[in-house]
T-cell receptor, first 116, second 114 residues
Framework: EAGVAQSPRYKIIEKRQSVAFWCNPI?????LYWYQQILGQGPKLLIQ????????DSQLPKDRFSAERLKGVDSTLKIQPAKLEDSAVYLCASSLVRGGDTGELFFGEGSRLTVL | AQSVSQHNHHVILSEAASLELGCNYSYGGTVNLFWYVQYPGQHLQLLLKYFSGDPLVKGIKGFEAEFIKSKFSFNLRKPSVQWSDTAEYFC????????????FGQGTELSVKP
């Protein structure tokens, strides 16, 4: 079975520029998550989708971050404008149902963002 | 706010040594508990999980974890580590019936010397 696909794997931008990350979850997975992992820290949830609806975006910095999951499949996470502190790995994960009810979140390899 | 604490940031062991990684969480209600592992250059993957029942759970590759409710702990153990166990280990928690959001600890990097 194909895993969670993310692109790009690496991105370097200047501060105040914009960037977008793309995620294709495992086929049939209803729930999709975006996590931010800053170096030396554990992943922190940014946003959770159930199909194409937002379940939790309480930790998403909405003044600069946005995410969408059109048609309940692929998802895009955008940062505009980027700040130095946004340097991190952005992880996408998916699960068949709500991940905490089964424990099985499947993670992509992540998109590493460096903001200069 | 709910949080997860992992006691060690970096652990260095020789092969065949025993491993115990500490994890504590702060929440008094019902939780689901997990350990995830990230091998170098790979994605995060589930190592083991606890929902209910026997507090001693076994996962892949000889790992096990014990849930001690009175101590709010879920420590990971392995009797004899191998060089291939070199990885970063994350403890995580979900609050029962609250949408499945995983709350991660900061991770413990394990280096096993051959």
């Amino acid at each position: 079975e194909a895993g969670v696909a993310q692109s790009p794997r690496y991105k370097i931008i200047e501060k105040r520029q914009s960037v977008a990350f793309w995620c294709n979850p495992i086929s049939g997975h209803a729930t999709l998550y975006w996590y931010q992992q800053i170096l030396g820290q554990g992943p922190k949830l940014l946003i959770q989708f159930q199909n194409n609806g937002v379940v939790d975006d309480s930790q998403l910095p909405k003044d600069r971050f946005s995410a969408e999951r059109l048609k309940g499949v692929d998802s895009t996470l955008k940062i505009q404008p980027a700040k130095l502190e946004d340097s991190a790995v952005y992880l996408c994960a998916s699960s068949l149902v709500r991940g905490g009810d089964t424990g099985e979140l499947f993670f992509g390899e992540g998109s590493r963002l460096t903001v200069l | 706010a709910q949080s997860v604490s992992q006691h060690n940031h970096h652990v260095i062991l020789s092969e065949a040594a025993s491993l115990e990684l500490g994890c504590n969480y702060s929440y008094g209600g019902t939780v689901n508990l997990f350990w995830y592992v990230q091998y170098p250059g790979q994605h995060l993957q589930l190592l083991l999980k606890y929902f209910s029942g026997d507090p001693l759970v076994k996962g892949i590759k000889g790992f096990e974890a014990e849930f001690i409710k009175s101590k709010f702990s879920f420590n990971l153990r392995k009797p004899s580590v191998q060089w291939s166990d070199t990885a970063e280990y994350f403890c995580a928690v979900t609050i029962y019936n609250q949408g499945g959001k995983l709350i991660f600890g900061q991770g413990t990097e394990l280096s096993v010397k051959p």
